[in-house]
């Protein structure tokens, strides 16, 4: 990826590790600012970009996304661009779905189905890379 970002603010979830970690790492070398978010501590991920911050949030509680994007606008001034990347990729529980345990769905469809949806109250650029019925999909505000 090769754009010009710099002066503008990116809030990636799930960037402790992984994906979100890479585009992380791509949207800092584009010269954005970026905030590493995630459940696990994002420090690490975070230290490594000039000027990345790391913020633990929980995708899946509403207040908590709605207290990161206010904390990241009244840190920074602006948050431009928003990637709804966490998610529970997990190799467990390779069966077929009638076999799939219930209560291992709980968590997926909280992560992966219905937190874009309310990630998506900031303003800004949003993109979403998880495997939720939002996938693949961008939205310019
Ligand atoms: N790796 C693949 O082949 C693949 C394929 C299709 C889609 N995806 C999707 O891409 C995204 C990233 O995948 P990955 O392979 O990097 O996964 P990963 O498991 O390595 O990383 C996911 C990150 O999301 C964080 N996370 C989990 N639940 C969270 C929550 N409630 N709130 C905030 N953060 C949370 C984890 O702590 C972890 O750091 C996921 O949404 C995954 O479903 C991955």
Redesign the pocket.
């Known amino acids: 990826m090769k754009a010009d970002l710099s002066g503008r603010v990116s809030l990636v ?10 585009i992380a790492d791509r949207l800092a070398a584009n010269g954005s600012r970026v905030v590493h ?4 501590d ?1 420090a690490r991920a975070a230290q490594k970009s000039p000027g990345g911050v790391a913020m633990t ?4 509680n509403p207040s908590q996304v709605q207290g990161i994007i206010e904390r990241g606008v009244d840190e920074f001034g602006r948050l431009d661009i928003l990637v709804n ?6 190799l467990a529980h390779r069966v077929t779905i009638d076999e799939y345990p219930r209560e291992a769905w709980d ?1 997926i469809l ?3 189905f219905l ?1 874009d949806p309310e990630n998506t109250y900031a303003h800004g650029h949003i993109l979403t ?4 019925w939002t ?1 693949g999909y961008a939205r310019e505000f």
């Open positions: 979830t799930g960037a402790a590790r992984g994906i979100g970690e890479a978010t995630d459940v696990a994002a949030l929980d995708v899946t990347n966490a998610g529970i990729n997990t968590p909280a992560v992966d937190a890379v998880d495997g939720g996938a």
